[in-house]
């Protein structure tokens, strides 16, 4: 079973349209990461968020960690071609050990 | 990019032999791991390593062990491959335990 649960698991959008995909965690994070991947290719790093409540943009891409620390969302804003991949959390649990949600597949039409 | 090096990149193998994929790192980094990737399942961590010599399983561990001899390698091995192991394996690193990882290019692996 998975430490953390990622919502949508596929999104669809039209370019310039706005989005938003949540990951939600039973246990309180020790630091809450996003990875994008490439269809094909290896996880590249977005952002970090590791206090409550905390929120960081890069470019048109936000994310936030709710107050508790145990749910995060990325919102991306008109949203375009380069943006499609696979959007996935990961999380750092006791021991170290990071795990990952199932990943959310965006497709952005053109 | 981080200096993450897997090998092979593909590989094709029958059920029941023995495979050992390989990451090499130039980073001097503290913890490495290795993932699979798998539709609807994400990135399950198999197993990971703190230190030379010093690893620990993750969730999806049986039918797999790791050694870690050297600060720069660290190798995963099925003593005998099955089809449910056929994956994408990812290597990762990170300097410290809740710090951010630097993956690997990902290794295809196909058990017949």
């Known amino acids: 079973s998975q430490e953390l649960e990622q919502s949508p698991q596929s999104l669809i959008v039209q370019e310039g349209k706005n989005l938003t995909i949540n990951c939600t965690s039973s246990k309180t994070l020790y630091g809450l990461y996003w990875y994008k991947q490439k269809y094909g290719e290896g996880l590249i790093f977005l952002m970090m968020?590791?206090?409550?409540?905390e929120e960081k943009s890069h470019e048109k891409i936000t994310a936030k960690l709710d107050e508790k620390k145990q749910q995060s969302s990325l919102h991306i804003t008109a949203s375009q071609p380069s943006h499609a991949g696979i959007y996935l959390c990961?999380?750092?649990?006791?021991?170290?050990?990071?795990?990952f949600g199932a990943g959310t597949r965006l497709t952005v039409k053109p | 990019d981080a200096g993450i090096t897997q090998s092979p990149r593909h590989k094709v193998t029958e059920t029941g032999t023995p495979v050992t994929l390989r990451c090499h790192q130039t980073?001097?980094?503290?913890?490495m791991y290795w993932y699979r990737q798998d539709p609807g399942h994400g990135l399950r961590l198999i197993h990971y390593?703190?230190?030379?010599?010093?690893?620990d399983k993750g969730e999806v561990s049986d039918g797999y062990s790791v050694s870690r001899s050297k600060t720069e390698d660290f190798l995963l091995t099925l003593e005998s491959a099955t089809s449910s192991q056929t994956s994408v394996y990812f290597c990762?690193?990170?300097?410290?335990?809740?710090?951010?990882?630097?993956f690997g290019s990902g290794t295809q692996l196909s058990v017949l």
């Open positions: 990762a690193i990170s300097g410290q335990g809740n710090e951010k990882l630097f």
């Open positions: 968020l590791q206090k409550g409540g």
């Open positions: 980073e001097n980094h503290r913890y």
């Open positions: 390593s703190y230190g030379v010599k010093d690893t």
């Open positions: 990961g999380a750092a649990f006791p021991n170290n050990d990071m795990r």
